[in-house]
């Protein structure tokens, strides 16, 4: 239970750590949201000026953090100066959406890696494995944008799968079938890109990880008392491998985050990623500050759900 | 393949590759900022040898191009006269590798004749020629930006692993923070802090800065790693035994042993960086026109009717794969090679 406490409150601490660190990186940066409106001749100095004093932004910086903090307890994460709003609403909706889509996305991946990388491993040297080793490096050289532009350019061309958006105009009216079936195609373009960058990377570690494990002593004695081969995969094998691939299933989250963002900018999904972008060019600072801190949470949950299981699965650990 | 054969290869391929983008301008047929209005979006040319009436020209030559009359918008190729191709021709005037002015082009066709190996933009400025000028900034960018952050790695892991204690712990739990956030975000969190209109050259600069200080701490945790074990070999040891100050071990035992991993960091973070400038000015966020970059060059990707008519646009983005495949490649070698602990 120490380890668990332990590994809680350090992600507690990074998390405090980050807030400070990004809370004032995009305070000290120059220009704000109401710099546009000195240009405009119709909104008078004072005016601006009171904007200013409103929000708060003439305050020293200890200040401004410790009120943010408090309005990050509350759930509403700052004010957007954009939206006119606080932030919080804004943000929960997408970012639903975008784990919504990250997860399956990384089901996806799982699913498919899972069983290539055991079947790498266990013919590994054959044409096969050769086979899969020369086409997960080429798939790793492609980039992730053009992955993107080539599924959309699928969707544009055919039009089996729509272009953008999560669900269809009038989607309150459809029946629950019908529903169902709305999200799933809007879904299915987004998922398989993510799905598709993230998984030679997995593949190339299950395999790794497999081949370490059945190259251990115990298999071989285990191979030699006559276990069945499928047995010997499946109930030796990869129990002993799973452990680097828990921890790879916490690193992973960051990176199916990061390429998120730019599907869903392609795709126009509306998750957090169009929101950043947006929030940047308009200089809207205390959306940038939620969005980040939000996924840098998404990333400390899941290293740490991966320890939870790494310490459910590995008796080493809990003996520590 | 054998190792050394795959080195070598990858060296070679990234030799020719960074040759092409650095003498840009004697390479590429126009100046990058060169338009033909005439002929926006005109298909990849193709170079001929056989004339409509069957007749072999040993001078390679084009056609050029009239609008279609069956689809509005789009070229067909005007067989009636032919262009021929001309090496070492006299062309628009550019400075070899920024330097030296000159303006003798590797190859074009006779005026009033196009030659657009991959097409031509929106504005008819040729492809390959923004591809190759493009390189220059976004190759540069991954360069630089790759120094930048095996530097900085350098400086925090010599010192976290050399001196450990305190200092190693605030530093790495400084990269921690770093490592803690996806770092697509960490990028768009830092290039929000910095100011969104200035010159094309400051963007250039600032993304530079951005991409570089955002990914010190893999490579500062894996030097410090190497330092870690370098400190406890025996020469280093008998070194410091033999009263040498800290600065001369660092210098003269204990950094050189981390060359190795330097040089397999900076081959897996470059295309990592390139993809980084590409993504951010894809974004919007990066450096704009007139500058071309490989992400702006992508970027008329995002209106559905560029993405869908015109497939040619997709070429910049497939030529990436080679410059990746060359990194990679590179990598790979060098990891096998120096046996450096794995990613």
Redesign the interface.
Known sequence: MRYLTRRVLNAMLLLAAISAFSFALLQSAPGNFFDAMRLNPRVSAQTVDGLRSKYGMNQPFPVRYGHWAFSVLKGDMGFSFSYNSPVGPLLWARARNTLLLTSIATLLAWLLAIPLGIWSAANKGRWGDRACGFSTSALLTIPDLLVFLILLLLAVRTGWFPTGGMISTGFDNFSFWSKCKDVAVHFALPAVGLAVVTWPVLVRHIRSAMVEALESPFIRAARGHGIPRTRLLFRYALPAASNPLISLLGFSVATMLSASVIVEVIMSWPGLGPLMVQAILSRDVYVVVAVVMLSSVFLVAGNLLADVLLFVSDPRIRVE | MKNRHKLWGALILLAGLHGLVLFAGFFAPYGSAAQERELPFAPPTRIHFVDARGKFHARPFVYGLKDDPQAIGSFAVDATRIYPVHFFVQGSSYKIAGVFPSHVHLFGATAPGRIFLLGSDEYGRDQFTRFLYGGQVSLAAGLIAAALSVLLGVIVGALAGFYGGWIDEVLM?GG??FL???????L?????????HVAQWQVFLLLIAVIGLVGWARPARLIRGVVLSAKERNFVVAARAFGASDAYLLRRHVLPQTYGVILTQMALLVPQYV?AE??LT????GVGEPMPSWGSL?AS??Q?YV??SYWWM?LP??L??PV??AY?MAADALQERLKTVPL
């Open positions: 739990r921690e923070l803690a956030l996806p770092w697509l975000y960490l768009f969190a830092v290039r929000a802090a910095l100011p969104l993809l590409v993504t894809f974004l919007g966020l992508l990707l995002q559905y993405l869908s997709f983005a497939a990436l794969i990746f495949l990679y």
